[in-house]
């Protein structure tokens, strides 16, 4: 369990990126930040490995407040995706899988063998263990920075944006084997993204921010879509615009429902009907 008790954070600059932001995060539950740039996404998934620390406020997991912990430890038994896949350019993609069970004491063949692995629950192709990270696709390397997430065997796990650079079709490809990954780990996990679309596709629960970490709303995506709790939640996730509208169509033989761009997204089941 993840517990953010009332944190802000304001760096020295004068910035204030989150003002007094709380939210319980249950074990196991898929959790999506969903924002605008700056909207304090990155800093308060931070806040949870002590890559920063809040000004006021406490992060706990498990009960334990993360400031009375080695900020080392703490990195490296939480697995982390950063927004830029953060990899070791020098390193092989083998070697930055393998960093957490290299600095852990495995030896160097165990780790080794370890990333193979873990390449493989991702879906990367072990023929490209030895290249390095400039060699690889944007999606390929998505799927390292995820891989060496895992290599730590966290029980959470932090991705911010970690789909953010890939073309749709890659990116909706990533997006299902995480659900996949996720059947199967059944990690905690802290989501980071803009998409609105990705966070109703992947989150158990949605947390909507306005600037400065401000929650605007936080519930199922079924709760956020059918009641949004203002302008500002309804304008994102468009139902004031119209373009997440659904209607009925009669055909030769049934109805179909169709979405606003017209797709015929489904078949209409009239036993369900009220
Ligand atoms: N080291 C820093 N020093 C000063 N201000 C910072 C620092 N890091 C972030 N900020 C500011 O804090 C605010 C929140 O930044 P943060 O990176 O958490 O946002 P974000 O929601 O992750 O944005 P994005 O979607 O662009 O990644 C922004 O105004 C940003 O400019
Ligand atoms: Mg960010």
């Given amino acids: 369990m993840i517990e953010f008790r009332g944190v ?15 939210l319980t995060i249950a074990a196991h539950e898929v959790v999506v930040l969903v ?23 406490q992060v706990l997991i498990d009960g ?19 927004q830029n896949t953060g990899l070791m350019p020098h390193f ?17 063949r165990e780790s080794r063998s370890r990333a193979l692995e873990l390449m493989a629950t991702v879906g990367l192709d072990l023929a490209i263990a030895d290249r390095h990270p400039g060699q690889l696709s944007g999606g390929q390397a998505q799927r390292v920075g995820v891989a060496r997430a895992l290599a730590a065997e966290p029980n959470i796990l932090l991705m911010d944006e970690p789909f953010g650079a890939v073309d749709p079709i890659v990116r909706a490809d990533l997006q299902r084997e995480l659900i996949r990954l996720q059947q199967e780990l059944d990690k905690t996990v802290v989501f980071v993204t803009h998409d609105i679309d990705e966070a109703f596709l992947l989150g158990d629960r949605i947390v909507i921010l306005e600037n400065e970490g401000v929650v605007a709303q936080a ?3 079924n709760e956020i879509i059918e ?7 309804a304008a994102l996730t468009g139902t004031t615009d119209g373009s997440r509208a659904l209607r009925i169509r009669r055909t030769a033989t049934g109805a179909v429902v169709v979405d606003a ?12 009907r009220p």
């Fill in 261 to 272: 761009s017209g797709r015929t997204r489904g078949v209409l089941d009239e036993d369900d």
């Fill in 219 to 221: 519930g199922t995506p």
């Fill in 92 to 108: 092989t993609i083998a070697e930055n899988i393998a960093t957490v069970p290299r600095l852990t004491g495995r030896t160097r």
């Fill in 227 to 233: 009641s949004p709790a203002n302008d500002f939640v």
């Fill in 35 to 57: 924002g605008s740039s700056g909207s304090g996404k990155t800093t308060l998934l931070r806040m949870v490995n002590r890559m920063t620390d809040p000004t006021s406020g």
């Fill in 64 to 82: 334990n407040d993360v400031a009375t912990q080695k900020a080392v430890a703490l990195r490296r038994r939480i697995g982390y995706v950063m």
């Fill in 8 to 22: 802000s954070k304001r760096y020295p600059d004068g910035t204030v990126a989150v003002r007094d932001f709380s």
